[in-house]
């Protein structure tokens, strides 16, 4: 057996030696989280000042399309055309995500007098550097679903900004999906009698949708 101060001396090595490595994973974790929250920051960024093309681009390509089964109109691309873009846009880091190189944020915001807000995944590319915005994409998006109405009697299509919307069922009812903020639903055709409705795309105070939303219709109806 060796001399007990070599023991030590080898056993403070080691100790050494796990510390340093232990520091390093940890300086490389705070780095990612910062390059992270950086990004995030620039994604939401990019949606309140209605800069669609950044938004889309750090947005992973088999998430800019919705999944829901109900088949609702993605109004994504009207972005640029929002009347009211979200305000006071806030960004809170929840931690790392499920899946490995990957982070959770909250986000809140306003949308003129209403609130929302939801949850976004950006992941790092492998090898990349965290610091780089460039290196995460958004793999959870800012998107949220809005219910429309629009009288069919009247309407048979609406518009929002450049996205048409069709597929109003008999009840007149029509499920959005896209980036948060204040639109205007406008009928197709030129139509005098016909007012455009504003609507809050991702707003968490809005009165239940068999309550008290309105449809688009004529003027007469409201």
């Not at 048409?164 to 205007?184: A, C, H, R």
Request: hydrophobic share 40%; glycine share 10%; aromatic share 8%.
């Amino acid at each position: 057996m060796g001399k007990p101060h070599t023991v030590m001396r080898t056993f403070a090595w080691l100790l050494a030696g796990l510390l340093l490595t232990a520091c390093a994973a940890c300086d490389g974790d705070a780095k990612a989280s910062a390059g992270a929250l950086a990004a995030a920051r620039t994604y939401v960024d990019a949606i309140a000042v209605l800069d669609l093309g950044t938004a889309d681009r750090m947005t992973a390509p088999d998430q800019r399309t919705t999944d829901s089964p109900d088949l609702p109109v993605d109004v994504t691309d009207a972005l640029p055309d929002a009347t009211d873009p979200i305000t006071d846009p806030w960004v809170t880091a929840l931690g790392p995500g499920d899946e490995a190189g990957t982070y959770a944020f909250n986000v809140s915001y306003r949308i003129k007098s209403l609130t929302g807000g939801g949850t976004i995944v950006l992941r790092q590319a492998t090898g990349s550097d965290p610091s780089e915005v460039s290196s995460w994409t958004v793999v959870l998006p800012l998107t949220q679903y809005v219910d429309t109405f629009a009288d069919r009697t009247t309407v048979a299509t609406a518009r929002v900004g450049n996205v048409e919307v069709t597929g109003y069922d008999n009840e007149g009812f029509q499920k959005l999906w896209g980036y948060p903020g204040g639109y205007l639903l406008k009928a197709d055709t030129d139509r005098k009698d016909i007012t455009p409705l504003w609507f809050a795309l991702g707003a968490d105070d809005l009165p239940p949708w068999n309550v008290d939303l309105p449809g688009l219709g004529p003027k007469s109806d409201h």
